[in-house]
């Protein structure tokens, strides 16, 4: 333990001269917000003979204390947890879903929490300002970089701990391996990310209307041409069933273009998260708006614009609350949106007369290339670090993966047993009428955060919590998402999530990025609706996207992406 202690200097040691090193080199960047996060970086050059000593000592003294730790520990220990807070309960609130959690692990959390809206502004701040008086356990602020807090020696390589104390964060890197590269850097353990199983669950997509499809004795489309038939009798017919056959519309998207984008699925495009940037199978980082894909699926999408099954208005409806209002108004057929809209949507179409709408979702149909749809967000970026301020780090990793295992991710995604949830006999899950119904009309995601449950914290956002809140659902609306979900699995892609860049590389391609997809969205607007021809005026475009720098943000993102799949093949 003495040696410990003397680590624990060394730390503190190597924190006050990375601090003295920032307030001389970093601070005059506080006054420029914009420049704030590449500028505080830098420092970490100038103290590079730091490194070895502190990270060499660490790893001796978690050799010293290979204890396994269990819950409840024998003597309270405090943790200090800095995180944005709950919108409905302040976690600093002694909620009944954490009075649980400190009986069970006999550890006390003193919360520091910040309003999400300004979490990373002040957080951002103190790392910089007062690195040496940290929390136990805080998320990254976005736009700080893991490797280089770690070289600085402001955070924990976390590696020796969770081989120790982290079975339940191994057991979860194993469901989302591709999570773990971004926690790790040279080496090292970083941060624990927080997992979203329930990415997966009734993914973003195509909702139709199923009573629109019995009125003209349709099926449900599968493949682009399917739908092609399909919308051409929206168009053609009185698909709405008020005597005016030419008051439909066929398809309608939220009001940019990236909403019509989910169509670029069947064209193997990856344009929902990753905005295009998508590695081919040779691990290659493309950029999928200037492919010869991009090319065929606008020339397809200009096609159905000028046959009418698109909203005219798509470009300028403004937000997707004005498709929904049109939707409402019984005038369109299809759209894209997330499925957990249907229930108000068909509720409002019912309140306005229409009382045989059916919304259901579609499974992505089958293009002429993939069949394949693109999911968001199935990790968190930023994760929960321990910092050099941690008096006690294996405690702290052992907690973590306390709320990571089967019984916290239960704490934290369901509540209390008997007051929030019910557990039934096959595995699944109910939850109460405290939760579904509450009397103040607070929704049951409210009631549960005012519990202190805590999906965004470093657990496992469960897919199971998704399937029981089907339970507020019209039933045929719920039991339309368990099927579109199975259904819908096996064609799931995940988005690309990437490392985050070095402070070279953001300066690099500083601005560059926002300046390529403003061109690149104008023109896949104008490439839809016709006031840019595909045909004659692809090679200006493509060119003009290279001289918006596309090549250098490709290296950007080609060698984030290569750490991304070496950190996978390290772990
Ligand atoms: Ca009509």
Known sequence: MKKKNNVKQVFKKATAFSLAVIMAFGLSACGNKSNEADNTPAPAQEETPVQPDSSNANADSQADSSSKITFPLAEPVELTIACADLGSASLSANLPVWQEIEKRTNVKINWDVTAAAQYTEVMKLRVTASGANLPDIMLLPNGLKLAELGSEGVILPLEQYIEENGDAILAAYKKFPRVRALTSSEGHVYSINSMNEAAYFSPYGFIIRKDWLDRLNLE????????????????????????????EVPYSAGGSVWYTTYWGNAWGLHMIQSSGWYPDEN?????????????????WMNKMYESGLID????????????????????????????????TLEATLRANGVEDAVLIPVVVPKGPHTQSTEVIGDMAVDGYMVTSSCQNPEIAVAFINYLLSDEGAELLNFGIEGETYTKNADGTYTFTDAVLNDPDGKSPKEVLETYGCWIDGPTIKLEAREAALLATYPEDTAQAILQYTDQTKPFAVPGLTLPAETAEESDSISGLNADLKTYIYEMAGRF????????????????????????????????????????????
């Not at 708006?289 to 020339?299: L, V």
């Not at 997707?320 to 957990?340: H, L």
């Not at 996207?545 to 984030?560: C, G, H, M, P, R």
């Open 528 to 571: 839809v609706v016709g006031t840019a021809d595909v045909e004659t005026e692809w090679d200006t475009y493509v060119q003009n996207a290279k001289d918006l720098s596309v090549e250098k943000i490709q290296a950007v993102k080609q060698a984030q992406y290569d750490r991304f799949v070496q950190e996978m093949g390290d772990n």
């Open 283 to 299: 691990g290659q980082m493309q950029y999928e708006y200037i492919s010869d894909n991009a090319r065929e699926w606008f020339t």
């Open 312 to 343: 005219p208005e798509f470009l300028t409806l403004g937000d997707e609350s004005k498709m929904f209002e049109k939707v409402a108004r019984n005038e369109v057929g299809a759209f894209t949106a997330n499925p957990s809209q249907i229930p």
């Open 220 to 247: 449900v489309p599968t493949t682009i041409e399917e739908w092609e038939t399909v919308l051409t009798a929206f168009k053609e017919q009185d698909a709405n069933g008020n005597g005016d056959p030419s008051d």
